[in-house]
């Protein structure tokens, strides 16, 4: 069974910095593609990064490029999101995902966490 449990989140000004972290159990996360998905008050979901499951490539939305960057540890089995030069509009709930459970704004299976808060503010 698929367990993802994200930690990290918290309160930053603009500018700051933040890692994010999702401990996988169940399975190692090698086995799939791996998904940042955010949703930010009153709007839907809005995938942020993603990891192929051979490690090799990651992919960015255009709102995060160049601020974000999405790892992993497979020893450690963790997904990890480091954030840097964070904005107001990056405050929103943060998933961790299998690429599996999420498609086209919606979550189409169960494999995510509950999500951890990112709210960035003066």
């Known amino acids: 069974e698929v367990h993802l449990v994200e930690s990290g989140g918290g309160s930053v000004q603009p500018g700051g910095s933040l890692r994010l972290s999702c401990a996988a159990s169940g399975f190692p996360i090698t086995t799939y593609a791996m998904l940042w998905v955010r949703q930010a008050p009153g709007k839907g979901l809005e995938w942020v990064s993603k990891?192929?499951?051979?490690?090799?490539?990651?992919f960015y939305a255009d709102s995060v490029k160049g601020r974000f960057t999405i790892s992993r540890d497979i020893a450690e089995n963790t997904l990890y999101l480091q954030m840097n030069s964070l904005k107001p509009e990056d405050t929103a709930m943060y998933y961790c995902?299998?690429?599996?459970?999420?498609?086209?704004?919606?979550?189409?299976?169960?494999?995510r966490g509950q999500g951890t808060q990112v709210t960035v503010s003066p």
């Open positions: 995902a299998t690429a599996t459970s999420y498609c086209s704004g919606s979550w189409c299976g169960s494999g």
């Open positions: 990891i192929n499951n051979d490690g090799l490539s990651t």
